[in-house]
């Protein structure tokens, strides 16, 4: 430390020490609390007449613009303290910026909690007694999304919902996802008891402590992480069988892109092949010959997606995260008695999923290379290349409890 100083004394007299504070802005949730789509899919459940319905129109878009005046206030509010915080260097206005972030999501909460206490002054008997599926509804909406696993965290209903057009007038599609809500609300509440005790609370701490021991801990939850994704892929099957052709590609497509959001990196090859197609200085038959390769890639791309994600769920379903696997791995050659300098940790990644990368890879390669062929070098230029500053590479082991 010392040396450390002394260094900085002579090379860099102007070096000062430098600490940081998380930006309250990131992360902070302004959508409103209950969406459009969270109305189509309560009507669905309710069945509300015309009179409702317009009534519950009328209430929502009151509640949307009420939300939205107090939303972008706190928001100008937090940005003008990150502002004071910066120009003064004054590290409290930030902490004091967390905090209102912070109490902003409670605050949320009691804004969903008004509007459907409104809304349910709106109903008959028969419907209030259906309420406790609304609050299924809400309970899977809040939960989903502490999912991990690839396909873990997708909700179906909302994702029929934002690709098939009244999809609430098909009724075998309706009993379907009532289904589906159902066997998933039992799921979610399941996974929920097993990380809501004390053991995966500390669960971070095990796997440094006690490796063994948080083993037992993550095998115990991983049973109900893979039933949560089970569900969701055996109804995807199903309910592709009750929509039209397009649709059931369309719901099927959206899937795997979402289930893949946090699991496969973006391909820079894919993002030059969509940014092509819509060049300003295409001729028409520079156009219309794009149009007929994308025709071609994207099923091919889509089979490309499916194989990586079976291979990932293979692979999370069989392989312990590296925070464990690796301490438990030292721990035992420690013991062996063998020369320290002997381990390292080595890729667990499995052959599968290296081999359906490669698969993607190929298949991004073959189509760019015949649009490619379709441009000119002054066309080439203007598209988009990797500009990042640091190139991050995922590790498909480590993610939580």
Same mark, same amino acid.
């Given at each position: 430390?010392?040396?450390?100083?002394?260094?900085?004394?002579?090379?860099?007299?102007?070096?000062?020490?430098?600490?940081?504070?998380?930006?309250?802005?990131?992360?902070?949730?302004?959508?409103?609390?209950?969406?459009?789509?969270?109305?189509?899919?309560?009507?669905?459940?309710?069945?509300?007449?015309?009179?409702?319905?317009?009534?519950?129109?009328?209430?929502?878009?009151?509640?949307?613009?009420?939300?939205?005046?107090?939303?972008?206030?706190?928001?100008?509010?937090?940005?003008?303290?990150?502002?004071?915080?910066?120009?003064?260097?004054?590290?409290?206005?930030?902490?004091?910026?967390?905090?209102?972030?912070?109490?902003?999501?409670?605050?949320?909460?009691?804004?969903?909690?008004?509007?459907?206490?409104?809304?349910?002054?709106?109903?008959?008997?028969?419907?209030?007694?259906?309420?406790?599926?609304?609050?299924?509804?809400?309970?899977?909406?809040?939960?989903?999304?502490?999912?991990?696993?690839?396909?873990?965290?997708?909700?179906?209903? /909302?994702?029929?919902? +934002?690709? %098939?057009?009244?999809? =609430? @007038?098909?009724? &075998?599609?309706?009993?379907? $996802?009532?289904?589906?809500?159902?066997?998933?609300?039992?799921?979610?509440?399941?996974?929920?008891?097993?990380?809501?005790?004390?053991?995966?609370?500390?669960?971070?701490?095990?796997?440094?402590?006690?490796?063994?021991?948080?083993?037992?801990?993550?095998?115990?939850?991983?049973?109900?992480?893979?039933?949560?994704?089970?569900?969701?892929?055996?109804?995807?099957?199903?309910?592709?069988?009750?929509?039209?052709?397009?649709?059931?590609?369309?719901?099927?497509?959206?899937?795997?892109?979402?289930?893949?959001?946090?699991?496969?990196?973006?391909?820079?090859?894919?993002?030059?092949?969509?940014?092509?197609?819509?060049?300003?200085?295409?001729?028409?038959?520079?156009?219309?010959?794009?149009?007929?390769?994308?025709?071609?890639?994207?099923? /091919?791309?889509?089979? +490309?997606? %499916?194989?990586?994600? =079976? @291979?990932?769920? &293979?692979?999370?379903?069989? $392989?312990?995260?590296?925070?464990?696997?690796?301490?438990?791995?030292?721990?035992?050659?420690?013991?062996?008695?063998?020369?320290?300098?002997?381990?390292?940790?080595?890729?667990?990644?499995?052959?599968?999923?290296?081999?359906?990368?490669?698969?993607?890879?190929?298949?991004?390669?073959?189509?760019?290379?015949?649009?490619?062929?379709?441009?000119?070098?002054?066309?080439?230029?203007?598209?988009?290349?990797?500009?990042?500053?640091?190139?991050?590479?995922?590790?498909?082991?480590?993610?939580?409890?």
């Amino acid at each position: 430390p010392l040396l450390l100083t002394l260094a900085l004394l002579l090379f860099s007299p102007l070096a000062l020490a430098q600490y940081g504070l998380s930006n309250p802005l990131i992360g902070l949730k302004t959508a409103p609390p209950v969406t459009k789509s969270d109305i189509r899919i309560i009507d669905s459940i309710l069945g509300l007449d015309e009179s409702q319905r317009s009534l519950t129109g009328a209430l929502y878009d009151d509640f949307f613009e009420r939300y939205r005046v107090e939303a972008d206030a706190l928001e100008a509010e937090l940005t003008a303290m990150i502002d004071e915080s910066i120009v003064r260097q004054d590290s409290t206005i930030t902490r004091e910026a967390e905090d209102k972030a912070e109490q902003w999501d409670q605050r949320r909460l009691e804004w969903r909690a008004e509007f459907l206490t409104d809304l349910k002054l709106l109903l008959d008997q028969q419907q209030v007694e259906l309420w406790p599926k609304v609050e299924r509804e809400l309970r899977r909406h809040d939960l989903i999304g502490r999912g991990r696993l690839a396909g873990e965290k997708v909700d179906l209903i /909302r994702l029929v919902d +934002a690709h %098939v057009a009244d999809w =609430d @007038a098909n009724t &075998e599609l309706v009993e379907a $996802l009532d289904r589906y809500a159902d066997q998933l609300d039992r799921a979610l509440r399941a996974r929920q008891r097993a990380l809501d005790n004390e053991q995966t609370a500390e669960f971070w701490r095990t796997c440094q402590d006690e490796p063994y021991r948080a083993r037992e801990i993550y095998e115990d939850v991983l049973p109900t992480r893979v039933r949560v994704r089970d569900i969701n892929l055996e109804t995807l099957r199903t309910i592709g069988k009750l929509l039209s052709e397009d649709d059931a590609v369309a719901v099927e497509r959206a899937f795997y892109s979402e289930a893949l959001r946090s699991h496969s990196p973006i391909s820079p090859i894919e993002t030059r092949i969509r940014a092509a197609s819509s060049l300003p200085s295409l001729s028409s038959a520079q156009r219309e010959q794009i149009a007929t390769i994308l025709q071609d890639y994207e099923p /091919r791309r889509h089979r +490309a997606v %499916v194989g990586f994600f =079976d @291979a990932v769920a &293979e692979m999370e379903a069989e $392989l312990l995260p590296d925070t464990i696997a690796n301490k438990i791995a030292q721990i035992e050659h420690d013991a062996s008695g063998a020369d320290p300098a002997a381990f390292r940790v080595t890729d667990r990644v499995p052959q599968d999923v290296k081999d359906a990368l490669g698969a993607r890879l190929e298949t991004d390669l073959a189509v760019w290379q015949r649009i490619n062929a379709v441009l000119s070098s002054d066309q080439r230029a203007d598209l988009p290349r990797p500009d990042e500053d640091i190139i991050w590479f995922r590790e498909y082991l480590s993610h939580e409890l």
